[in-house]
């Protein structure tokens, strides 16, 4: 048999494993292992442990002993790296990137590979069900994408949330971030005196708006990736993976990585490279007033 041949034939038969449920995906994870008492081991869970698993044996294997001069797979690790590294410092700021760095490239490729999950075919089709009118019908898939259960993406989410309350205080300190919230943002001499109270009035105000949509950012960050991804499923699913709609959520997958990961280094870079601004701005004045001394 030609190359060919095998090919054609190897894509075939994952084609007709998709036919096996073109109904749709279950809103819920389907249990492999109950314990009882609410905790089990789901479909989703089980995929999440093994493509992570995969990710840094992938890893470990392209970079292998890390060398000055890189081979071919550690150029490629490190070539995304230095690209992830040119988006991320000017947003998240230089003084939290260390802090923010590693939890964002995690981030990235995680959500990245477990969004593309769902495109092979086979996924969600394999698995444990019965005959109904001569079509096997899935009741219990073998394989569920992580980010197409919604347990999995509030688990990114509140994540990013601890992540960005540990970056934030330890970088911009409490004294900032009240500022940042409630302080009055108005210039005291270019505004008037009658005006500046009303101004810290509404600026006080509005940081109890603000303080609610920090708190949110969870439901917010999970329902959007787990809306986008699990539509994705049941669309692929429904149309038996056509073409068309298979490369689209191959960008789809590829923008909520993003989404995901640039909405986190904002939230965080809002306080953390707000105070980088001010330290430069201190250290501006400190200079020309260092000058002004040395000049009297």
Not at 14 to 30: D, K, M, R, Y
Not at 120 to 141: E, K, L
């Amino acid at each position: 048999m030609s190359r060919g041949t095998s090919i054609a034939t190897f894509i075939a038969s994952l084609a007709f494993a998709t036919i096996a449920q073109a109904e749709g995906v279950a809103p819920s994870a389907a249990k492999l292992v109950d314990f009882g008492g609410g905790w089990a081991i789901t479909n989703s869970m089980l995929t999440g442990w093994v493509i992570s698993g995969l990710l840094v044996t992938l890893i470990l294997a392209l970079v292998g002993q890390p060398k000055i001069l890189p081979g071919k797979g550690q150029a490629v690790v490190e070539s995304l790296i230095e690209a992830l590294r040119d988006l991320f410092e000017p947003i998240v700021g230089k003084k939290a990137f260390p802090l923010a760095f590693p939890v964002l490239v995690t981030f990235f490729v995680f959500i990245l590979f477990h969004n593309w999950m769902g495109l092979i075919p086979g996924v969600g089709t394999m698995g444990w069900g019965h005959d109904v009118d001569g079509h096997f019908h899935i009741t219990r898939p073998l394989i569920r994408p992580h980010n197409s259960d919604f347990n999995g993406t509030i688990a990114l989410a509140l994540i990013s949330f601890g992540a960005w309350a540990i970056i934030v205080f330890k970088i911009a300190g409490t004294k900032l971030i009240l500022w940042d919230l409630f302080g009055n943002k108005a210039d005291k001499k270019e505004t008037p005196g009658w005006l500046y109270p009303i101004l810290a009035l509404v600026f006080f105000i509005v940081g109890f708006i603000e303080v609610f949509s920090i708190v949110i950012r969870p439901f917010t960050l999970s329902v959007r990736l787990f809306g986008n991804v699990f539509g994705g499923e049941n669309l692929l699913h429904g149309t038996s993976f056509f073409f068309v709609f298979y490369f689209m959520e191959l960008l789809v997958g590829l923008i909520q990585a993003l989404v995901f990961t640039l909405l986190t280094s904002v939230y965080i870079g809002l306080l953390c490279n707000h105070g980088d601004d001010h330290d430069h701005d201190h250290s501006h004045d400190d200079k020309h007033g260092g000058a002004a001394e040395a000049h009297h």
